[in-house]
């Protein structure tokens, strides 16, 4: 896992800056669709009858900026952002701060839990007992993706959530990838997930009531010029 980690951290700590830059459309569909399936994505939130006055604990991995945590921030009582790229978690703490959102809340950090061997840092009780765990654009980039989700599975307390979004799997995206952006192709393990493949990893993982949704509006973008549209699914289950 190493080698490919190390190409991620290494591309998203020298693009954390302008990061944004030509995923502005995509960005803003991304957080609109998170709004519109709240509660698709799970029924416990502060403002729900299910979650009211209780302590509600998000996780974002591979987090960048902090876009889809910043959606959902006013739902929960605690938000934290994990992510190998040094210079993205600035980002999204300095994004927390300007939002006027207070550290005690909504906080990243410099994390692995991918790594072969977990950090002791990140195996306090901070670090464990999520109500929901975010997957955002990321799984793609995660050398073994079945690996990743159990090590999510040990995160979440029972009946709690994991959420992914991601890519529908194209066949012709590899290519057109390393073609148009040969530097970012190689921090991609797989171009896309097809419906039954996320659902197998979710039941690999030991998740329940496995849902997957396709999104209608398209992920658009310019990459060094070239404008794509990608297709995006909604991924979720829960912790048994």
């Known amino acids: 896992m190493a080698d490919l980690t190390e190409l991620n951290r290494k591309h998203f700590d020298n693009i954390a800056h302008n990061y944004d830059t030509g995923f502005e459309k995509a960005i803003s569909m ?6 519109s399936h709240r ?5 416990k939130w502060t403002d729900t009858a299910e979650g009211k006055e209780k302590e509600i604990k998000l996780l974002e ?18 938000c934290l952002g994990l ?13 927390v701060q300007e939002a006027g959102i207070s550290s005690e809340k909504m906080s990243a950090k410099v994390g692995d839990l991918l790594a072969e061997t977990v950090s002791e840092g990140l195996q306090g009780p901070k670090y464990y007992d999520f109500d929901i765990i975010i997957i955002g654009m990321a799984l793609h980039h995660f050398p073994d993706p079945q690996l990743a989700m159990k090590r999510f599975t040990d995160r979440i307390q029972k009946g709690g959530v994991l959420w992914i979004v991601e890519m529908l799997e194209d066949h ?6 390393k073609r148009i952006s040969p530097e970012s192709a190689q921090t991609v393990h797989k171009h896309g997930f097809g419906i039954e493949e996320i659902k197998a990893l ?26 794509l ?12």
């Not at 509660?39 to 029924?43: N, P, Q, R, V």
């Not at 960048?64 to 009582?77: D, Q, W």
């Not at 992510?83 to 994004?95: F, H, I, L």
Request: aromatic share 10%.
């Open 83 to 95: 992510d190998v790229s040094e210079n993205m978690v600035a980002t999204y703490n300095q994004r």
């Open 30 to 35: 991304i957080c609109e669709e998170t709004k």
């Open 202 to 227: 979710f039941s690999g993982a030991g998740f329940a009531d496995t849902a997957v949704k396709i999104l209608d509006k398209p992920f658009e973008m310019t990459l060094h010029g070239h404008e």
């Open 229 to 240: 549209s990608k297709t995006i699914i909604f991924a979720r289950g829960s912790k048994l």
């Open 172 to 177: 012709g995206s590899e290519q057109e990838h």
């Open 61 to 78: 991995y591979a987090c960048g900026p902090g876009h889809i945590s910043r959606t959902l921030e006013p739902f929960v009582t605690k």
């Open 39 to 43: 509660l698709w994505i799970s029924s």
